[in-house]
């Protein structure tokens, strides 16, 4: 069985540029989260899609958009990059919403972002 | 505003003893734990879980605890494998929010040595 897979692995921008990274949820998956890890640190919380629907949001500025698509698959957009914005960007799938069991999630190896 | 804390960057550990991983938390909206191991170049690895109405999970060679007056969960591998050396991340999730909305700690670096 696939994993969650997510493209490209690696990319560089530079300031000012706008970035789509790409997530394809395990199948069955109807919820795809996103989570930014930077060097050093913990991932953080950046996105929940459910359904196709925003279910949550964490604290990052409107340049960062994203989507679900009718195969459940989704795409994260993060517009006028900043240097900050370089990060290991993980898409993370589960069947449900709730906690527990097969909710769990379940990562993809992660997109490397190198903004310049 | 740290709410989920790992204090030791570190640890290294002699493979067959027991690899001890501590995590502190401060938002007592939590009501459920994971435990998370990464290695490099791969994405986070679901390890164990804990509800908040336990004190402890087991799962094979891993075991977690919740100590809820103290908001403290700590994870117990026995015995430790070189295999086991990655880093551990702790996460919690709310009561209000689904379970796909985590907030993890800085996470561990264990290693464990042959």
């Known amino acids: 069985d696939a994993g969650v897979t997510q493209s490209p692995t690696h990319l560089i921008k530079t300031r000012g540029q706008q970035v789509t990274l790409r997530c394809s949820p395990i199948?069955?998956?109807?919820?795809v989260s996103w989570y930014q890890q930077v060097l050093g640190q913990g991932p953080q919380f950046i996105f929940q899609?459910?359904?196709?629907?925003?279910?949550g949001r964490g604290n990052f500025p409107d340049r960062f958009s994203a989507r679900q698509f009718p195969n459940y698959s989704s795409e994260l957009n993060v517009n006028a990059l900043l240097l900050g914005d370089s990060a290991l960007y993980l898409c993370?799938?589960?069947?449900?919403?709730?906690?527990?069991?097969?909710?769990?999630?379940?990562f993809g190896a992660g997109s490397r972002l190198t903004v310049l | 505003d740290q709410q989920v804390k790992q204090n030791s960057p570190s640890l290294s550990v002699q493979e067959g003893r027991i690899s001890i991983l501590n995590c502190d938390y401060t938002?007592?909206?939590?009501?459920?734990f994971l435990w998370y191991k990464k290695y490099p170049a791969e994405g986070p690895t679901f390890l164990i879980s804990?509800?908040?109405?336990?004190d402890k999970n087991e799962d094979g060679r891993f075991t977690v605890f919740l100590n809820k007056s103290a908001k403290h969960l700590s994870l117990h591998i026995v015995p430790s494998q070189p295999g086991d050396s990655a880093v551990y991340f702790c996460?919690?999730?709310?009561?209000?929010?689904?379970?796909?909305?985590?907030?993890f700690g800085e996470g561990t670096q264990l290693t464990v040595n042959p």
């Open positions: 993370a799938s589960s069947v449900g919403r709730g906690k527990g069991g097969a909710n769990v999630l379940t």
């Open positions: 199948s069955g998956h109807k919820s």
């Open positions: 899609y459910y359904e196709k629907e925003e279910r």
């Open positions: 938002n007592s909206m939590f009501d459920y």
């Open positions: 804990i509800s908040s109405i336990k």
């Open positions: 996460a919690a999730s709310g009561w209000e929010t689904s379970g796909s909305r985590l907030t």
